[in-house]
């Protein structure tokens, strides 16, 4: 069974550091993996789609990564704003099995002015 | 609509009474989900349509609960008998391709609280 994990659970820094998110998968047989932000009381807003044949994926201040043979991506956020004060998730397609993306717990992060 | 319009918002309801979700997905979108998302718990995928195609039902929880797709645009999930642990928000989602090729869009969420 696919597994996503997402760690830390929460974060918080202090305004204008980067940081990294890091999500985890079980099984490396995907066909993408998409990041998303959350914020409180809202829907999901997709951040990133990185497709199992890419490596990266950049827009503005993020940059996800993904390393299938370890089962692992990261989302680097680059100069922190308070604005990108949300929960992060990550989400795998699994290629096995249900049609259906699998979703981390979630990271939630706040960025302290 | 310029983006996937859920309702209601919120819904508060009894135990036992039936209740109807709606999910417009955006203009063109062929795939269109379904996801849970329980307070402290992650998404979970209830159902799929992707165009004419049978849905994947996988994810539903019980027979309690059921959703359509009429004329491959509108989608209504429908839980009957409500129990508590029903109360989450609900989550619609469209693509515009294949569930393994396309970026989701998700909705603002229904809300719904089971006394």
């Known amino acids: 069974k696919q597994e996503v994990t997402q760690i830390p659970a929460a974060l918080s820094v202090p305004e204008g550091e980067n940081l990294v998110l890091n999500c985890s998968f079980t099984d490396s047989a995907i066909y993408n993996l998409q990041w998303f932000r959350q914020d409180p009381g809202k829907g999901l807003t997709s951040l990133l789609l990185?497709?199992?044949?890419?490596r990266e994926q950049t827009s503005g201040r993020l940059n996800a990564s993904l390393d299938k043979s370890s089962g692992r991506s990261t989302l680097y956020i680059a100069a922190s704003q308070p604005g990108d004060s949300a929960t992060y998730l990550c989400?795998?397609?699994?290629?096995?099995?249900?049609?259906?993306?699998?979703f981390g717990q979630g990271t939630r992060l706040t960025i302290n002015p | 609509g310029a983006g996937v319009s859920q309702s209601p918002s919120n819904k508060v309801t009894e135990k036992g009474k039936d209740v109807e979700l709606r999910c417009d997905p955006i203009s063109g979108h062929t795939a269109l989900y379904w996801y849970r998302q329980s307070l402290g718990q992650g998404l979970e995928f209830l159902i799929y349509f992707q165009g004419n195609s049978a849905p994947d039902k996988s994810g539903l929880p019980s027979d309690r609960f059921s959703a359509e797709r009429t004329g491959g645009s509108v989608s209504t999930l429908t839980i009957q008998r409500t129990q508590q642990e029903d109360s989450a928000v609900y989550l619609c989602?469209?693509?515009?391709?294949?569930?393994?090729?396309?970026?989701?869009?998700f909705g603002e969420g229904s809300r719904l609280t089971v006394l």
């Open positions: 989602a469209s693509s515009l391709g294949r569930w393994n090729t396309g970026e989701l869009f």
């Open positions: 989400a795998a397609t699994l290629i096995q099995g249900a049609q259906k993306l699998v």
């Open positions: 990185i497709q199992s044949s890419q």
